[in-house]
Nanobody
Framework: QVQLMESGGGDVQAGGSLRLSCAAS????????MDWYRRAPGKQRELVAR???????TYSDSVKGRFTISSDGAKKTVYLQMNGLTPEDSGTYYC???????????????WGQGTQVTVSS
């Protein structure tokens, strides 16, 4: 079984920065993509950033130019560097991995437990 553990959330003032981490434990053969989602109170969950196995990254328009997603070489940890935070960035941030546990296995999705980010004005 694979587990994802997030860290790095907290309280910050507008304009500040935070760095989120999400580390996967367990046996992983290949990671197809690693995502960061967020859910703000009263809003739907939003895909914030994606890191593909190829190294390509994509971002939502709301965070483009302020957030940077990256991964370690083994693709078992994904980071989200968040700069220029605004109160609209507040919410619970979740990581998600799409991966294969074995060479012949199907792709599976795993979610972290979420880490809270609160940005005050």
């Amino acid at each position: 079984q694979v587990q994802l553990m997030e860290s790095g959330g907290g309280d910050v003032q507008a304009g500040g920065s935070l760095r989120l981490s999400c580390a996967a434990s367990g046996s992983i053969f290949s990671t197809d993509a690693m995502d960061w989602y967020r859910r703000a109170p009263g809003k739907q969950r939003e895909l914030v950033a994606r890191f593909y196995n190829s190294g390509r990254t994509t971002y939502s328009d709301s965070v483009k130019g302020r957030f940077t997603i990256s991964s370690d070489g083994a693709k078992k940890t994904v980071y989200l560097q968040m700069n220029g935070l605004t109160p609209e960035d507040s919410g619970t941030y979740y990581c998600k991995f799409r991966l294969q546990r074995t060479r012949s296995g199907n792709y599976e999705e795993y979610w972290g437990q979420g880490t809270q980010v609160t940005v005050s004005s």
